[in-house]
């Protein structure tokens, strides 16, 4: 191995080990809990395919009814949002029927009842402005369905800044666009080939 992938490879490491993760909404049970990522050794292997993450207390692979996970232990930008999933191995979520909605609320009532929104999720207008797609699989909310959940008058685009989908707006799983920058909790998903 090259000393420049070495460094790559222990920085990604240290990275990954510094990341959250989150223990898998079943039963009702708690959502989450900020656990070192530990990935399996050497030279960073991870176990495949989707670039599972193996760590004690999250196994996405184990639990494959179970689609939306909640992450309400720390608020990030959309982008760090975005990073947070994929450094578990998930992506962050999309929502792309009324079903998924279902599965959504059902998710951030079992994360903590008391909790209200926003939460990120994968929607995006950044590559040209009134044009939403979900960052994980580049295809238009709605693709294939129609469906969106924006709230009255959103999206809007306040101050010509809103770039990003968050869902909890004003309550339930109601959409609205807002800076990217801003932070808030966020939801992740396992991958699915349905829509991609």
Partial sequence: ?????????????????????????QNGTSAVTPLPVR?????FRVNTPYFRVNTPYFRAAHFPNQRYFVFNNRQVTFFEAWHQCASIGLRLASVNSAEDDTALRLALRAADSNE???????????????????????????????????GPGQPDNAGGVEHCVEAGWRSGTTWNDRNCEVRNRYVCETYTSEYC
Avoid: E, Q
């Fill in 116 to 150: 209200v929104g926003p939460w990120w999720i994968a929607g995006t207008d950044l590559g040209k402005t009134g044009h939403f797609v979900w960052i994980t699989t580049m295809k238009p909310l709605g693709y294939r369905t129609g469906y969106t959940n924006f």
């Fill in 39 to 43: 990935v399996n050794t050497p030279y």
């Fill in 1 to 25: 191995m090259s000393p420049k992938l070495a460094l790559v490879t222990v920085i990604l490491a240290i990275s990954l080990a510094t990341s959250y993760s989150a223990v898998p909404i």
